[in-house]
């Protein structure tokens, strides 16, 4: 079994949409949980992150951490089409040798304008 | 702006041939790292790096290697190089330490034929 399970997709949706985007884990050991976007032919970027459980907003994203039920949950309102990427979530712990984090395998999002 | 520079984009190798890929970061991190991403897959961590001389296999290092001579510079090498190596390969470093926020390069698009 995968440390980290995300929603594979691919989401299609239409401009405006709210988006859920959704990841899953194991390890009780993971403190920190990050979204990171990636545009086509482009390395990841941060996102947003998360210490524990609870919410964070920024702009039209946030983040969504339930640390009970080893979930978390990317939100985006009012989608764009410039949000089109795909969308890995990633986590870590204290006990994470050398910072390595863990990944989902990503989620390929469109909006259509 | 700080930066990982990936040297190249796109490489094409024939099966059997010897590959190097170079990585430079210049923020003066500590932690570098090697991932290849392949659709379904999501990122896997190939070797990790904390210390200048210091390396450490992650979840799939067979086949590779990788060496780290000077702290800005970490190089993934392909002994030789197969078909199921055809992959995007991504860099990333962070200072140690830090549980998130990975700056990743924009990677390496190597086909094996």
């Known amino acids: ?13 239409p401009e405006g949409a709210i988006v859920s985007l959704n990841c899953t884990y194991s390890n009780s050991a993971f403190q920190y949980f990050m979204w990171y976007r990636q545009y086509s032919r482009k390395g990841p970027e941060l996102l947003m992150y ?20 080893k979930y978390i949950s990317l939100f985006i309102r009012d989608s764009q089409p410039s949000d089109s990427a795909t969308y890995l979530c990633a986590m870590s712990g ?17 909006v259509n304008p | 702006d700080v930066k990982v520079t990936q040297s190249s984009r796109y490489l094409v190798k024939r099966t059997g041939e010897k590959v ?14 090697w991932y290849r991403q392949d659709p379904g ?23 590779y290697s990788v060496s780290r001579e000077k702290k800005e510079r970490f190089s993934l090498i392909l002994e030789s190089a197969s078909t199921n190596q055809t992959s995007m390969y991504l860099c990333a470093s962070i200072a140690r330490g830090r549980l998130y926020g990975y700056t990743f390069g924009s990677g390496t698009r190597l086909t094996v034929v």
């Open chain 2, 20 to 33: 190097f890929l170079e990585c430079v970061q210049d923020m003066d991190h500590e932690n570098m790292f």
């Open chain 1, 50 to 69: 998360t210490y524990s459980s609870g919410n964070k907003e920024d702009g039209r994203f946030t983040a969504q951490v339930d640390k009970s039920s």
């Open chain 1, 94 to 110: 204290k006990e994470t040798s050398g910072s390595r984090l863990t990944f989902g395998e990503g989620t390929q999002l469109t």
């Open chain 1, 1 to 13: 079994q995968k440390e980290v399970e995300q929603d594979p997709g691919p989401l299609s949706v």
């Open chain 2, 41 to 63: 897959l999501g990122l896997r961590l190939i070797y990790f790096s904390y210390d200048v001389k210091m390396k450490e296999k992650g979840d799939i290092p067979e086949g």
